[in-house]
Protein backbone atom coordinates (compact mmCIF):
# COMPACT_ATOMS: atom_id res chain seq x y z
CA UNK A 1 0.00 0.00 0.00
CA UNK A 2 2.91 2.21 0.69
CA UNK A 3 4.18 1.80 -2.72
CA UNK A 4 0.81 2.22 -4.37
CA UNK A 5 0.30 5.93 -2.49
CA UNK A 6 4.17 6.73 -3.18
CA UNK A 7 3.09 5.89 -6.66
CA UNK A 8 0.01 8.12 -7.18
CA UNK A 9 1.92 11.28 -5.40
CA UNK A 10 4.27 10.86 -8.13
CA UNK A 11 1.70 10.84 -10.59
CA UNK A 12 -0.07 13.98 -9.36
CA UNK A 13 2.94 15.82 -9.17
CA UNK A 14 3.30 15.19 -12.16
CA UNK A 15 -0.58 16.84 -13.60
CA UNK A 16 -1.94 13.60 -13.91
CA UNK A 17 -5.88 13.00 -12.67
CA UNK A 18 -6.70 10.82 -9.71
CA UNK A 19 -8.07 8.33 -12.05
CA UNK A 20 -5.00 8.17 -14.56
CA UNK A 21 -2.86 7.20 -11.88
CA UNK A 22 -5.08 4.40 -10.55
CA UNK A 23 -4.87 3.16 -14.25
CA UNK A 24 -1.18 3.31 -14.33
CA UNK A 25 -0.93 1.16 -11.06
CA UNK A 26 -3.28 -1.56 -11.87
CA UNK A 27 -1.15 -1.79 -15.43
CA UNK A 28 1.92 -2.11 -13.57
CA UNK A 29 0.59 -4.24 -11.36
CA UNK A 30 -1.12 -6.67 -13.94
CA UNK A 31 2.09 -6.47 -16.32
CA UNK A 32 5.31 -6.53 -14.18
CA UNK A 33 6.30 -9.52 -11.79
CA UNK A 34 7.14 -9.06 -7.96
CA UNK A 35 11.38 -9.00 -7.70
CA UNK A 36 11.06 -10.23 -4.35
CA UNK A 37 8.91 -9.92 -1.07
CA UNK A 38 7.60 -6.56 -0.30
CA UNK A 39 9.88 -5.07 -3.01
CA UNK A 40 9.50 -2.89 -6.48
CA UNK A 41 8.57 -4.77 -9.16
CA UNK A 42 10.04 -5.26 -12.78
CA UNK A 43 8.95 -4.74 -16.11
CA UNK A 44 9.73 -7.54 -18.67
CA UNK A 45 10.87 -6.67 -21.77
CA UNK A 46 7.69 -5.66 -24.24
CA UNK A 47 5.74 -4.34 -21.40
CA UNK A 48 6.88 -0.48 -21.88
CA UNK A 49 3.75 1.72 -23.27
CA UNK A 50 3.92 5.56 -24.38
CA UNK A 51 2.09 6.25 -21.58
CA UNK A 52 4.08 5.17 -19.28
CA UNK A 53 7.31 6.98 -20.60
CA UNK A 54 5.52 10.16 -20.70
CA UNK A 55 4.83 9.45 -17.07
CA UNK A 56 8.40 8.93 -15.97
CA UNK A 57 9.61 11.56 -18.14
CA UNK A 58 7.10 13.63 -16.07
CA UNK A 59 9.45 12.81 -13.02
CA UNK A 60 12.12 13.66 -14.64
CA UNK A 61 10.78 17.08 -15.38
CA UNK A 62 11.30 16.97 -19.20
CA UNK A 63 8.83 16.61 -22.13
CA UNK A 64 8.25 14.09 -24.90
CA UNK A 65 6.21 14.14 -28.12
CA UNK A 66 3.54 11.09 -28.59
CA UNK A 67 6.16 10.61 -32.01
CA UNK A 68 8.88 10.39 -29.73
CA UNK A 69 7.71 8.67 -27.00
CA UNK A 70 6.57 5.64 -29.45
CA UNK A 71 9.90 5.43 -31.39
CA UNK A 72 11.74 5.36 -27.48
CA UNK A 73 10.07 1.98 -26.64
CA UNK A 74 12.36 -0.29 -28.93
CA UNK A 75 15.03 1.14 -27.12
CA UNK A 76 13.55 0.70 -23.28
CA UNK A 77 12.52 -2.32 -23.75
CA UNK A 78 15.91 -3.50 -24.73
CA UNK A 79 17.08 -1.66 -21.63
CA UNK A 80 15.09 -3.82 -19.26
CA UNK A 81 16.82 -7.00 -20.74
CA UNK A 82 20.44 -5.10 -19.70
CA UNK A 83 18.68 -4.50 -16.57
CA UNK A 84 17.87 -7.93 -15.56
CA UNK A 85 21.34 -8.71 -16.86
CA UNK A 86 22.79 -6.50 -14.24
CA UNK A 87 20.84 -7.67 -11.39
CA UNK A 88 21.56 -11.00 -11.74
CA UNK A 89 24.99 -10.29 -11.23
CA UNK A 90 25.18 -10.27 -6.86
CA UNK A 91 28.42 -9.00 -5.76
CA UNK A 92 29.95 -7.98 -2.18
CA UNK A 93 29.06 -4.42 -0.79
CA UNK A 94 32.18 -2.87 -1.07
CA UNK A 95 32.85 -3.40 -4.26
CA UNK A 96 34.14 -0.14 -5.96
CA UNK A 97 32.58 1.64 -8.92
CA UNK A 98 35.22 2.00 -12.16
CA UNK A 99 34.58 5.74 -11.95
CA UNK A 100 36.65 7.42 -9.35
CA UNK A 101 36.55 10.76 -7.19
CA UNK A 102 39.82 12.56 -6.75
CA UNK A 103 39.65 16.65 -5.00
CA UNK A 104 42.49 17.25 -7.04
CA UNK A 105 41.23 19.10 -10.44
CA UNK A 106 43.06 17.95 -13.39
CA UNK A 107 46.84 18.88 -13.60
CA UNK A 108 47.08 18.99 -10.17
CA UNK A 109 49.45 17.26 -7.88
CA UNK A 110 49.29 16.19 -4.17
CA UNK A 111 51.94 17.80 -2.25
CA UNK A 112 55.88 16.58 -2.32
CA UNK A 113 56.24 14.24 0.30
CA UNK A 114 58.95 15.63 2.25
CA UNK A 115 62.64 13.78 1.99
CA UNK A 116 62.08 12.19 5.55
CA UNK A 117 59.08 12.06 7.08
CA UNK A 118 59.02 12.83 10.91
CA UNK A 119 56.57 11.16 13.64
CA UNK A 120 54.77 13.01 16.02
CA UNK A 121 56.69 12.73 18.87
CA UNK A 122 55.00 12.76 22.54
CA UNK A 123 55.02 15.50 24.62
CA UNK A 124 56.69 15.19 28.16
CA UNK A 125 54.05 16.76 30.50
CA UNK A 126 55.36 14.62 33.82
CA UNK A 127 51.62 14.36 35.07
CA UNK A 128 50.69 13.24 38.20
CA UNK A 129 47.89 10.48 38.21
CA UNK A 130 44.68 12.06 38.98
CA UNK A 131 43.24 10.70 42.40
CA UNK A 132 39.32 10.20 40.66
CA UNK A 133 38.88 7.64 37.53
CA UNK A 134 36.62 9.71 36.51
CA UNK A 135 39.08 13.00 36.42
CA UNK A 136 41.64 10.24 34.76
CA UNK A 137 38.49 9.32 32.25
CA UNK A 138 38.91 13.00 30.83
CA UNK A 139 41.97 13.79 30.27
CA UNK A 140 43.23 14.34 26.77
CA UNK A 141 45.41 11.44 24.71
CA UNK A 142 48.02 13.31 25.02
CA UNK A 143 47.92 13.57 28.59
CA UNK A 144 47.16 9.88 29.03
CA UNK A 145 50.13 9.24 26.79
CA UNK A 146 52.51 11.03 29.06
CA UNK A 147 50.87 8.70 32.30
CA UNK A 148 51.43 5.60 30.04
CA UNK A 149 54.39 6.29 28.63
CA UNK A 150 55.94 7.07 32.47
CA UNK A 151 54.20 3.85 33.94
CA UNK A 152 52.23 6.29 36.15
CA UNK A 153 49.21 4.33 34.84
CA UNK A 154 48.64 0.95 32.98
CA UNK A 155 46.88 0.49 29.92
CA UNK A 156 44.99 -2.39 31.89
CA UNK A 157 44.15 -0.37 34.30
CA UNK A 158 42.73 2.51 31.94
CA UNK A 159 41.25 -0.51 29.88
CA UNK A 160 39.25 -1.38 33.13
CA UNK A 161 38.25 2.33 34.40
CA UNK A 162 37.08 2.88 30.64
CA UNK A 163 34.88 -0.29 30.28
CA UNK A 164 33.33 0.16 34.06
CA UNK A 165 32.39 3.43 32.39
CA UNK A 166 30.79 2.07 29.40
CA UNK A 167 28.60 -0.16 31.65
CA UNK A 168 27.78 2.18 34.18
CA UNK A 169 26.68 5.33 31.68
CA UNK A 170 25.51 3.37 28.40
CA UNK A 171 22.19 2.30 29.33
CA UNK A 172 21.01 6.23 29.39
CA UNK A 173 23.81 7.24 26.58
CA UNK A 174 22.80 4.03 24.29
CA UNK A 175 26.08 4.99 22.80
CA UNK A 176 27.45 1.26 22.49
CA UNK A 177 26.53 -1.15 20.03
CA UNK A 178 29.12 -4.25 21.25
CA UNK A 179 32.53 -4.30 23.60
CA UNK A 180 35.06 -5.64 22.51
CA UNK A 181 36.33 -6.30 25.65
CA UNK A 182 38.23 -9.73 25.49
CA UNK A 183 40.25 -7.83 22.77
CA UNK A 184 40.64 -4.85 24.71
CA UNK A 185 42.19 -6.62 27.39
CA UNK A 186 44.77 -8.69 25.61
CA UNK A 187 45.68 -5.36 23.59
CA UNK A 188 46.21 -3.56 26.63
CA UNK A 189 48.19 -6.38 28.72
CA UNK A 190 50.79 -6.58 25.26
CA UNK A 191 51.14 -2.68 25.52
CA UNK A 192 51.93 -2.78 29.16
CA UNK A 193 54.82 -5.62 28.75
CA UNK A 194 56.01 -3.72 25.82
CA UNK A 195 56.03 -0.42 27.75
CA UNK A 196 57.81 -2.30 30.51
CA UNK A 197 60.65 -4.04 28.20
CA UNK A 198 61.16 -0.48 26.86
CA UNK A 199 59.47 -1.00 23.59
CA UNK A 200 57.10 2.27 23.36
CA UNK A 201 55.23 2.58 20.20
CA UNK A 202 54.23 6.28 20.35
CA UNK A 203 51.25 8.71 21.70
CA UNK A 204 48.46 6.20 20.72
CA UNK A 205 50.03 3.00 22.85
CA UNK A 206 48.06 1.64 25.18
CA UNK A 207 45.16 4.04 24.63
CA UNK A 208 41.63 2.35 24.48
CA UNK A 209 39.62 3.80 21.81
CA UNK A 210 36.04 3.50 20.45
CA UNK A 211 34.58 3.17 16.68
CA UNK A 212 31.83 3.73 14.64
CA UNK A 213 30.20 0.51 14.14
CA UNK A 214 30.16 1.00 10.48
CA UNK A 215 33.90 -0.47 10.77
CA UNK A 216 34.42 -4.36 10.52
CA UNK A 217 36.54 -6.18 12.93
CA UNK A 218 36.25 -10.06 13.36
CA UNK A 219 35.06 -11.71 16.19
CA UNK A 220 32.16 -9.09 16.96
CA UNK A 221 29.28 -7.82 14.90
CA UNK A 222 29.62 -5.22 12.39
CA UNK A 223 25.85 -3.80 12.57
CA UNK A 224 25.85 -0.62 10.49
CA UNK A 225 23.07 0.29 13.03
CA UNK A 226 19.85 -2.05 11.32
CA UNK A 227 18.85 -4.90 12.77
CA UNK A 228 19.24 -6.99 9.34
CA UNK A 229 22.34 -6.99 10.45
CA UNK A 230 22.31 -7.33 14.31
CA UNK A 231 24.09 -10.79 14.41
CA UNK A 232 26.28 -10.19 11.26
CA UNK A 233 30.27 -10.82 11.86
CA UNK A 234 32.35 -9.75 9.16
CA UNK A 235 36.25 -11.35 8.75
CA UNK A 236 37.68 -7.81 7.32
CA UNK A 237 39.58 -5.89 9.42
CA UNK A 238 39.04 -1.92 8.84
CA UNK A 239 42.51 -0.60 7.69
CA UNK A 240 41.83 2.37 10.13
CA UNK A 241 41.51 -0.13 12.84
CA UNK A 242 44.98 -2.60 12.10
CA UNK A 243 46.62 0.47 11.67
CA UNK A 244 45.61 1.67 15.03
CA UNK A 245 46.57 -1.83 16.55
CA UNK A 246 49.96 -1.00 15.06
CA UNK A 247 50.20 1.99 16.98
CA UNK A 248 49.45 -0.16 20.20
CA UNK A 249 45.98 1.57 20.79
CA UNK A 250 43.65 -0.70 22.53
CA UNK A 251 39.75 -1.16 20.90
CA UNK A 252 37.04 -1.36 23.37
CA UNK A 253 33.74 -0.89 22.24
CA UNK A 254 32.34 -0.79 18.99
CA UNK A 255 29.91 2.64 19.28
CA UNK A 256 26.26 3.32 17.95
CA UNK A 257 25.46 4.75 14.32
CA UNK A 258 22.17 5.61 12.79
CA UNK A 259 20.71 3.21 10.73
CA UNK A 260 22.88 2.83 7.33
CA UNK A 261 25.10 6.13 8.50
CA UNK A 262 21.48 8.36 9.08
CA UNK A 263 20.60 10.12 11.59
CA UNK A 264 20.49 8.94 15.34
CA UNK A 265 18.80 6.27 15.58
CA UNK A 266 19.77 2.54 15.24
CA UNK A 267 18.27 -1.00 16.31
CA UNK A 268 19.04 0.00 20.43
CA UNK A 269 17.19 2.95 20.32
CA UNK A 270 18.24 6.59 20.04
CA UNK A 271 21.92 7.29 20.74
CA UNK A 272 20.91 10.80 23.68
CA UNK A 273 23.63 13.71 24.05
CA UNK A 274 26.18 13.48 26.77
CA UNK A 275 25.39 17.34 28.07
CA UNK A 276 21.50 16.86 28.17
CA UNK A 277 20.24 13.02 28.06
CA UNK A 278 16.74 14.10 26.93
CA UNK A 279 18.00 15.34 23.43
CA UNK A 280 19.37 13.05 20.64
CA UNK A 281 23.31 12.96 20.04
CA UNK A 282 23.34 13.95 16.76
CA UNK A 283 24.04 11.53 13.65
CA UNK A 284 25.64 9.77 12.50
CA UNK A 285 28.59 9.61 14.48
CA UNK A 286 26.66 9.63 17.54
CA UNK A 287 28.10 7.13 19.06
CA UNK A 288 31.39 8.05 19.02
CA UNK A 289 30.61 11.53 19.99
CA UNK A 290 28.80 10.69 23.10
CA UNK A 291 31.89 8.23 24.35
CA UNK A 292 34.27 10.97 24.20
CA UNK A 293 32.75 13.36 25.51
CA UNK A 294 30.91 12.09 28.69
CA UNK A 295 34.88 9.82 29.24
CA UNK A 296 33.53 6.42 28.00
CA UNK A 297 36.68 6.50 25.72
CA UNK A 298 40.23 8.09 25.15
CA UNK A 299 39.02 9.15 21.55
CA UNK A 300 37.06 7.30 18.66
CA UNK A 301 36.89 7.24 15.08
CA UNK A 302 33.95 8.26 13.35
CA UNK A 303 33.17 8.87 9.47
CA UNK A 304 31.33 11.49 7.43
CA UNK A 305 29.70 11.80 4.06
CA UNK A 306 27.82 14.99 4.81
CA UNK A 307 28.17 16.56 8.39
CA UNK A 308 28.32 13.08 10.38
CA UNK A 309 31.25 14.00 12.17
CA UNK A 310 30.89 17.83 12.60
CA UNK A 311 26.95 17.55 13.72
CA UNK A 312 27.43 15.59 16.36
CA UNK A 313 30.65 16.80 17.66
CA UNK A 314 29.26 20.14 17.79
CA UNK A 315 26.40 18.92 19.67
CA UNK A 316 28.93 16.87 22.11
CA UNK A 317 31.58 19.65 22.61
CA UNK A 318 34.50 17.68 21.44
CA UNK A 319 36.90 18.39 18.53
CA UNK A 320 36.30 16.56 15.55
CA UNK A 321 38.77 16.19 12.41
CA UNK A 322 37.26 15.15 8.70
CA UNK A 323 40.73 14.32 6.65
CA UNK A 324 41.09 15.33 2.85
CA UNK A 325 39.06 12.94 0.95
CA UNK A 326 41.72 10.95 -0.09
CA UNK A 327 43.93 11.02 3.27
CA UNK A 328 42.26 7.66 4.84
CA UNK A 329 41.45 4.77 3.84
CA UNK A 330 37.94 3.24 4.20
CA UNK A 331 38.60 -0.40 3.26
CA UNK A 332 36.67 -2.36 5.98
CA UNK A 333 34.15 0.71 6.45
CA UNK A 334 30.33 0.53 5.25
CA UNK A 335 30.03 2.72 1.67
CA UNK A 336 27.44 5.29 2.08
CA UNK A 337 28.54 7.05 -0.67
CA UNK A 338 32.12 6.39 -2.82
CA UNK A 339 32.59 10.40 -3.65
CA UNK A 340 31.84 11.54 -0.36
CA UNK A 341 32.83 9.00 2.35
CA UNK A 342 35.31 10.29 4.83
CA UNK A 343 36.86 8.47 7.97
CA UNK A 344 38.02 10.67 10.88
CA UNK A 345 38.77 11.29 14.42
CA UNK A 346 36.89 12.36 17.29
CA UNK A 347 38.75 13.56 20.40
CA UNK A 348 38.62 15.93 23.63
CA UNK A 349 41.29 17.90 21.76
CA UNK A 350 42.55 18.86 17.96
CA UNK A 351 46.08 17.69 19.46
CA UNK A 352 44.65 14.09 20.19
CA UNK A 353 42.87 14.40 16.87
CA UNK A 354 45.69 15.40 14.84
CA UNK A 355 48.10 12.28 16.81
CA UNK A 356 45.40 9.95 15.38
CA UNK A 357 45.29 10.86 11.94
CA UNK A 358 49.22 10.77 12.00
CA UNK A 359 48.60 6.82 12.80
CA UNK A 360 45.44 6.20 10.09
CA UNK A 361 46.16 7.98 7.22
CA UNK A 362 48.30 6.98 3.96
CA UNK A 363 47.51 4.50 1.36
CA UNK A 364 46.71 0.85 1.92
CA UNK A 365 46.44 -0.45 -1.82
CA UNK A 366 42.80 -1.65 -0.92
CA UNK A 367 40.91 1.99 -0.79
CA UNK A 368 42.29 3.38 -4.63
CA UNK A 369 41.13 7.18 -3.74
CA UNK A 370 43.81 7.75 -0.90
CA UNK A 371 47.04 9.07 -2.07
CA UNK A 372 50.63 8.93 -0.38
CA UNK A 373 50.64 12.33 1.35
CA UNK A 374 52.35 12.28 4.54
CA UNK A 375 50.76 14.05 7.58
CA UNK A 376 53.70 16.53 8.39
CA UNK A 377 52.50 18.15 10.99
CA UNK A 378 54.58 19.52 14.03
CA UNK A 379 52.94 20.90 16.88
CA UNK A 380 55.45 23.44 17.93
CA UNK A 381 55.36 24.99 14.41
CA UNK A 382 54.50 29.19 14.48
CA UNK A 383 51.29 30.32 14.41
CA UNK A 384 53.10 33.09 12.08
CA UNK A 385 53.74 30.12 9.04
CA UNK A 386 50.16 29.77 8.08
CA UNK A 387 47.93 32.31 6.21
CA UNK A 388 44.42 32.14 7.70
CA UNK A 389 41.25 33.92 6.40
CA UNK A 390 37.68 33.83 7.54
CA UNK A 391 34.89 33.59 5.62
CA UNK A 392 33.29 37.49 5.99
CA UNK A 393 29.81 36.97 4.55
CA UNK A 394 28.93 34.04 7.02
CA UNK A 395 30.24 35.92 9.99
CA UNK A 396 28.22 39.32 9.19
CA UNK A 397 25.38 37.71 9.08
CA UNK A 398 22.69 37.86 11.75
CA UNK A 399 22.60 34.80 13.61
CA UNK A 400 22.30 32.78 17.10
CA UNK A 401 25.74 32.80 18.19
CA UNK A 402 27.57 35.80 15.82
CA UNK A 403 28.61 37.48 19.27
CA UNK A 404 30.40 33.99 20.37
CA UNK A 405 32.09 33.40 16.75
CA UNK A 406 32.99 36.90 16.55
CA UNK A 407 34.80 36.77 19.88
CA UNK A 408 36.36 33.98 18.48
CA UNK A 409 37.74 35.99 16.10
CA UNK A 410 39.31 38.16 18.35
CA UNK A 411 40.92 36.16 19.93
CA UNK A 412 42.70 34.91 16.78
CA UNK A 413 43.90 38.29 16.17
CA UNK A 414 45.31 38.51 19.94
CA UNK A 415 47.12 35.78 18.92
CA UNK A 416 48.87 37.76 16.41
CA UNK A 417 47.06 36.06 13.38
CA UNK A 418 46.22 38.75 10.39
CA UNK A 419 42.72 37.34 9.14
CA UNK A 420 42.38 37.36 5.43
CA UNK A 421 38.61 38.32 4.09
CA UNK A 422 37.71 34.83 1.82
CA UNK A 423 34.34 34.64 0.04
CA UNK A 424 33.05 31.04 -1.06
CA UNK A 425 30.85 30.39 -4.29
CA UNK A 426 27.44 31.92 -4.43
CA UNK A 427 25.73 30.89 -7.47
CA UNK A 428 26.37 27.23 -7.55
CA UNK A 429 22.70 25.31 -6.54
CA UNK A 430 24.91 23.53 -3.02
CA UNK A 431 21.58 21.92 -2.54
CA UNK A 432 20.71 20.25 -5.31
CA UNK A 433 24.32 18.80 -5.77
CA UNK A 434 23.00 16.29 -2.89
CA UNK A 435 21.27 14.54 -5.89
CA UNK A 436 25.13 12.92 -5.78
CA UNK A 437 23.71 10.67 -2.73
CA UNK A 438 22.16 8.10 -5.60
CA UNK A 439 25.43 6.46 -4.96
CA UNK A 440 23.92 6.09 -1.11
CA UNK A 441 20.71 3.76 -3.54
CA UNK A 442 23.19 2.14 -5.82
CA UNK A 443 25.15 0.62 -2.56
CA UNK A 444 21.19 -0.70 -1.09
CA UNK A 445 20.25 -1.52 -4.60
CA UNK A 446 19.52 -5.15 -3.79
CA UNK A 447 18.21 -4.56 -0.46
CA UNK A 448 15.77 -2.55 -2.01
CA UNK A 449 14.46 -4.55 -4.60
CA UNK A 450 14.31 -7.36 -2.27
CA UNK A 451 12.04 -5.38 0.11
CA UNK A 452 14.62 -6.04 2.55
CA UNK A 453 14.84 -2.47 3.69
CA UNK A 454 11.28 -2.58 4.92
CA UNK A 455 12.64 -3.98 8.11
CA UNK A 456 14.49 -0.97 8.81
CA UNK A 457 13.14 0.98 11.50
CA UNK A 458 12.77 3.74 10.56
CA UNK A 459 10.53 4.01 7.46
CA UNK A 460 9.44 8.27 7.07
CA UNK A 461 9.32 10.46 4.13
CA UNK A 462 13.32 11.54 4.89
CA UNK A 463 14.37 7.98 6.21
CA UNK A 464 16.47 5.66 4.08
CA UNK A 465 13.73 3.47 2.38
CA UNK A 466 12.10 6.48 0.65
CA UNK A 467 15.33 7.48 -0.34
CA UNK A 468 16.46 4.28 -2.36
CA UNK A 469 13.23 4.22 -3.73
CA UNK A 470 12.74 7.23 -4.95
CA UNK A 471 16.48 7.65 -6.19
CA UNK A 472 15.92 5.09 -8.82
CA UNK A 473 13.56 7.91 -10.14
CA UNK A 474 17.06 9.83 -10.97
CA UNK A 475 18.35 9.80 -14.42
CA UNK A 476 22.09 9.48 -14.50
CA UNK A 477 22.32 11.99 -17.30
CA UNK A 478 21.62 14.48 -13.49
CA UNK A 479 23.74 12.70 -11.70
CA UNK A 480 26.37 13.01 -14.28
CA UNK A 481 25.45 16.43 -14.39
CA UNK A 482 25.76 17.22 -10.77
CA UNK A 483 29.46 16.20 -10.79
CA UNK A 484 30.01 18.33 -13.64
CA UNK A 485 29.27 20.92 -11.63
CA UNK A 486 31.04 19.60 -8.60
CA UNK A 487 34.11 20.17 -10.68
CA UNK A 488 32.97 23.96 -11.34
CA UNK A 489 32.82 24.32 -7.14
CA UNK A 490 36.06 23.03 -6.77
CA UNK A 491 37.69 25.19 -9.04
CA UNK A 492 36.12 28.19 -7.17
CA UNK A 493 37.30 26.89 -3.96
CA UNK A 494 40.94 26.22 -5.52
CA UNK A 495 40.43 30.22 -5.71
CA UNK A 496 39.75 30.90 -2.18
CA UNK A 497 42.73 28.61 -0.98
CA UNK A 498 45.39 30.82 -3.42
CA UNK A 499 44.74 33.55 -0.93
CA UNK A 500 45.13 31.43 2.29
CA UNK A 501 46.19 28.04 3.88
CA UNK A 502 43.51 27.57 6.19
CA UNK A 503 40.11 29.83 6.50
CA UNK A 504 37.59 30.04 9.66
CA UNK A 505 33.85 30.14 9.54
CA UNK A 506 30.91 29.65 11.61
CA UNK A 507 30.43 25.77 11.36
CA UNK A 508 27.08 24.96 9.42
CA UNK A 509 27.31 27.71 6.69
CA UNK A 510 30.29 25.60 5.34
CA UNK A 511 29.57 21.51 6.16
CA UNK A 512 27.70 20.79 2.70
CA UNK A 513 30.47 22.77 0.53
CA UNK A 514 33.43 21.14 1.50
CA UNK A 515 32.39 17.81 2.20
CA UNK A 516 31.87 17.96 -1.42
CA UNK A 517 34.90 19.64 -2.64
CA UNK A 518 36.83 17.30 -0.38
CA UNK A 519 38.82 19.64 2.08
CA UNK A 520 39.72 18.91 5.62
CA UNK A 521 37.86 20.31 8.64
CA UNK A 522 38.66 20.99 11.91
CA UNK A 523 35.28 21.64 14.14
CA UNK A 524 35.87 22.79 18.05
CA UNK A 525 34.61 23.46 20.76
CA UNK A 526 33.37 26.99 20.95
CA UNK A 527 31.15 27.77 23.97
CA UNK A 528 27.07 27.27 24.28
CA UNK A 529 24.33 28.29 22.26
CA UNK A 530 21.00 30.42 24.24
CA UNK A 531 19.59 26.89 25.02
CA UNK A 532 23.14 26.03 27.17
CA UNK A 533 23.99 23.61 24.66
CA UNK A 534 27.71 22.98 23.25
CA UNK A 535 28.84 25.47 19.87
CA UNK A 536 31.31 24.61 17.44
CA UNK A 537 33.56 27.01 15.38
CA UNK A 538 35.66 25.12 12.07
CA UNK A 539 38.51 25.94 10.15
CA UNK A 540 38.84 24.44 6.76
CA UNK A 541 42.18 23.41 5.42
CA UNK A 542 43.77 23.00 1.86
CA UNK A 543 43.59 19.86 0.40
CA UNK A 544 46.00 17.70 2.47
CA UNK A 545 46.37 20.67 4.61
CA UNK A 546 45.95 19.09 7.85
CA UNK A 547 49.35 20.18 9.25
CA UNK A 548 48.43 23.78 8.90
CA UNK A 549 44.88 23.31 9.99
CA UNK A 550 45.97 21.69 13.08
CA UNK A 551 48.62 24.18 13.76
CA UNK A 552 46.03 27.06 13.68
CA UNK A 553 42.98 25.28 15.32
CA UNK A 554 45.45 24.06 17.80
CA UNK A 555 46.84 26.99 18.93
CA UNK A 556 43.38 28.52 18.93
CA UNK A 557 41.65 25.89 20.94
CA UNK A 558 44.48 26.73 23.40
CA UNK A 559 43.42 30.15 24.08
CA UNK A 560 40.01 29.59 24.36
CA UNK A 561 39.61 26.68 26.79
CA UNK A 562 36.57 25.75 25.84
CA UNK A 563 37.57 21.98 24.99
CA UNK A 564 38.36 21.78 29.05
CA UNK A 565 34.29 21.84 29.98
CA UNK A 566 33.24 18.44 30.67
CA UNK A 567 29.15 17.26 31.32
CA UNK A 568 28.32 16.58 34.36
CA UNK A 569 26.85 13.40 35.78
CA UNK A 570 29.51 11.38 34.92
CA UNK A 571 31.62 11.52 38.20
CA UNK A 572 32.61 7.99 39.99
Known sequence: MADRRAFLRICALAGFAPAVGEGLWNRLQAEKPMAGPGGP???SPGSITSEMVKAAAAVAGIQYTQAEREFM???????????????????????LPALRFSPLLPGRQPPAQPRTRRAVAPRRLLLERPAANSD???????????LIRTRRVTSTELTRVYLNRLRRFNPSLRCVVNLTEERAFRKAAEADR????????????????????????????????????????????A???????AAGAVLIAKLSTGELALNQTWFGGQTMNAWRRTEGA?????????????????????????????TPATRNGVSGLRPTFGRVSRHGAMTLCWSLDKVGPMARSIEDCALVLEAIAGPDG?????????????PGRSLSSVRVGYFKAAFEAPRQGKLRDDFALGQLRKLGVNLVEVDLPTDIPLDALKIILVEAAAGFDEITRTGEIDLLAE????????FFRSSRLIPAVEYLQAQRIRTLLMQRMEEVFREVDVFVAPTFGVVLVTNLTGHPCAVLPNGFNDEDMPASLSFIGKLYGEAELCTVARAWQEASGWHRRRPSGYTD
Open 136 to 146: LAFLTVVELAD
Open 73 to 95: LGFLDSNLESYEALRGVHFPHET
Open 459 to 466: QHSTAWPN
Open 239 to 245: TVVERLD
Open 41 to 43: QSA
Open 282 to 310: GGSSGGSAVATSAGLVGFALGTETIGSIV
Open 194 to 237: AIAAGKYLGPLHGIPYGVKDLLSVPGYPTTWGAAIYKERVLDTT
Open 366 to 378: KDPTVVPVPFDWD
